[in-house]
């Protein structure tokens, strides 16, 4: 009952922060930007009433306040305007290209999450190993790499020097045709439809953006659960449930691993943050037909439609992540419920 | 136990001899590798911006199409780009651009950033709770996409990019700042202050934010390197610095066309810099971090 209290009051702050979400969107696109937004959609040569037409139309020659109320007002009804680049409306390309992003960038998080988390808990139990010097260097180099400049590396090797992985292009075997869509996610469907070879052959072109992205989320993860891991089997109760005589595996997994991760929970949704901003530079570099070459695009070509369509995307998605994560830290963490 | 351990630590000081700072540098040098290390390297790459026009070996600018391509050799110690560039005297001199982006765009953030955070947390309430609000609007955003609105909105350049990588800082600041205001603002020398009638605004200015910053600045030490990161992956898809400014992720990009031909070497080396540049940033801020906080292992 306190949980779902607590789920609809997060939920009603929602709607004043996604508010706000749209309102600096807004004043991005429509106010600060360079010059003059009218210039956005008019041709250079266009006459002076071409102009004013023009700017009527999109309603550009309104005060600010009521651009806005226009604004939010199509919003709500799904309309982001059409794009400039693909003259679709921005809401379908968004949801054509949802699911390409989504999958890249879910199995990267999931392959740092299961990399990372095992890494974090040996370096903390064994500190000073060898591991723990492994997981340390490796976290200080995934932080410090440009998601771009390791996607190069990766495929300079990878694909000109050994040629193990196919040349970094789409999403799937260029001869092979998708998976019939069930969920959108090549990988998922492709196993639903029970296509090995249409699976193997979106594995094997995933896999490296996917290393590349999981390698930047991988590094603060291990880092967190080790901290938390070390936080956890300093404390008074690990001590307490040695000298009951608990065994020090059940201790390390059973009670101290839990401790240790709730910080990586809150820090999951950060870390799909990173990897949302990552999608845009290793999408552009894989030529990965996702959200993140979209809005790649969009910039090149000033494709303001768009490239709003892609951040209020990217932020609904974050604060949604956040909220989800939020609600998981209070069902896990008992503490928090009475306070 | 954690008292025990700075009191260990504490008579450890007090034992000391006197030393000449030099002495000094080199005796805390030794206690701290890890942040001495990193503190060399920026150094390094800050002489290496300041001196750029005297160890360059060629004018980062001056382009060549007979020599383009060409790999690694005493005569291009890292090769040249496409259009026959020397890809050492561009890296040299991107030092110039990266440094000044980490050092600017992080000063900026922390000016704004710490005076919201003092004000929110010196007068709660209503422009405490206001400022705060917008703090948490820019942070609703993942931080790299907001600095790719921003500087999307005001147009690609050296100084826009500073701008919106400061913007996206400024909340880190403002939330340390905050919270460290709150938690020194009934110490007893704040007290003290007031009793001897300072003004509200003067306590602040004077004694509470005097002594909040250094923590805060040690807590923060990992932005300038992610200002770097952001502001390479920003040039990168032509949102930062243009051509033919050599700056180290623009540098990345423009070579990023050559890896499947096999010269690595144009994007190789820059982005080299990126990562050395990012780490000597990071491991300062680790060393720091284990310095203030023993718990810290």
Redesign the interface.
């Known amino acids: 009952m306190q949980l779902l209290v607590y789920i609809a009051k997060r939920l009603l702050l929602l709607v004043p ?2 508010l ?2 749209t ?3 807004f004043l ?2 429509r106010v ?4 003059n937004p009218v210039d956005r959609f008019v041709p250079p040569m266009a006459s002076a009433e071409e102009r004013e037409r023009i700017a009527a139309e999109h309603g550009l020659d309104q005060p600010v306040t009521t651009q806005y109320l226009t604004y939010v007002q199509n919003l709500l009804q799904g309309d982001l305007g059409v794009s400039f680049n693909t003259s679709r409306p921005v809401i379908d390309d968004l949801a054509r290209l949802f699911p390409a992003t989504f999958e890249l960038t879910t199995l990267a998080m999931l392959l740092g999450l299961l990399v990372g988390i095992p890494l974090g808990v040996i370096a903390g139990v064994k ?1 000073d190993s060898w591991v723990d010097h492994v997981s340390r260097a490796l976290s ?2 995934g ?7 390791l996607s ?2 990766a ?2 090797f990878l ?2 020097q050994w040629g193990i992985v196919p ?2 292009i789409g999403r799937i075997d260029p001869q092979m045709t998708p998976p019939p869509q069930v969920t959108g996610l090549y990988t998922v469907d492709s196993l639903i439809a029970g296509e090995w070879e249409t699976f193997y052959g979106t594995a094997r072109i995933l896999f490296l953006p996917v290393v590349v992205l999981a390698f930047g989320a991988m590094a603060p993860i291990a880092r967190m659960t080790r ?1 938390g891991m ?1 936080d956890a089997l300093d404390s008074q109760y690990v001590l307490a449930a040695r000298a009951l005589g608990i065994p020090w595996r059940t201790i390390v997994l059973r009670y101290a691993l839990k401790n240790a991760l709730l910080p990586v929970i809150t820090m999951t949704a950060v870390v799909y ?2 990897l ?3 999608s ?2 290793v999408e ?2 894989f030529a990965f037909p996702g959200l993140g070459r979209y ?2 695009n969009a ?2 070509a000033s494709d303001y439609p768009a ?1 709003q369509g ?2 209020l995307y ?2 609904t998605m ?2 949604t992540l956040f909220l989800i994560t939020d609600i998981i830290y209070r069902i896990l963490d008992p503490r928090i419920q009475t306070a | 136990m954690v008292n025990q351990r700075v009191a260990e630590v504490s008579a450890q000081e007090t034992i000391r001899p006197d030393l000449n700072w030099r002495q000094e540098f080199a005796y805390w040098a030794r206690r701290n590798p890890v942040t001495a290390i990193g503190l060399l390297f920026v150094l390094l790459l800050v002489l290496m911006a300041i001196f750029a026009p005297l160890i360059a070996t060629h004018d980062p600018y001056a382009t060549n199409p007979a020599i383009s391509n060409l790999s690694p050799s005493r005569d291009h110690y890292f090769g040249t780009g496409t259009f026959g560039e020397d890809i050492f005297s561009r890296v040299v001199y991107g030092a110039r651009y990266d440094m000044s982006i980490a050092f600017g765009a992080v000063g900026i953030a922390l000016v704004i950033g710490c005076v919201i955070g003092a004000v929110a947390g010196f007068w709660e309430g209503f422009l405490g709770e206001g400022l705060m609000r917008i703090v948490e609007l820019l942070q609703a955003f993942p931080q790299f996409i907001l600095a790719m609105a921003i500087a999307g909105a005001l147009g690609p350049s050296f100084t826009n990019l500073i701008i919106a990588i400061a913007v996206t800082n400024i909340p880190i600041y403002a939330h340390l700042m905050r919270v460290r205001i709150l938690s020194v603002k009934h110490t007893q020398y704040a007290m003290a202050a007031a009793a001897s009638g300072n003004s509200r605004g003067r306590i602040l200015y004077r004694h509470l934010l005097p002594n909040s910053l250094a923590p805060i600045f040690v807590q923060s030490t990992l932005q300038p390197g992610w200002a770097i990161l952001s502001a390479a992956g920003l040039s990168f898809i032509g949102l930062g610095v243009r051509m033919p400014s050599p700056e180290w992720g623009l540098m990345v990009a423009t070579g990023s066309q050559r890896i499947i031909s096999g010269e690595w070497w144009i994007s190789f080396f820059p982005g080299l810099f990126i990562v050395i540049a990012v780490m000597a940033f990071n491991l300062i801020g680790d060393g720091l971090q284990d310095l203030l906080d023993p718990q810290r292992k």
Request: hydrophobic share 70%.
């Open positions: 922060l996604l706000g979400v309102f600096v969107v991005l696109t600060v930007i360079e010059g500190r200080v180099a932080v410090a790499m440009p998601v771009f400049w190069l590396l495929i300079y694909f000109y040349a970094p901290s070390v943050g990173f949302l901003g990552g845009v530079l552009n570099i809005a790649y910039i090149s490239i892609f951040i990217a932020a974050y604060v």
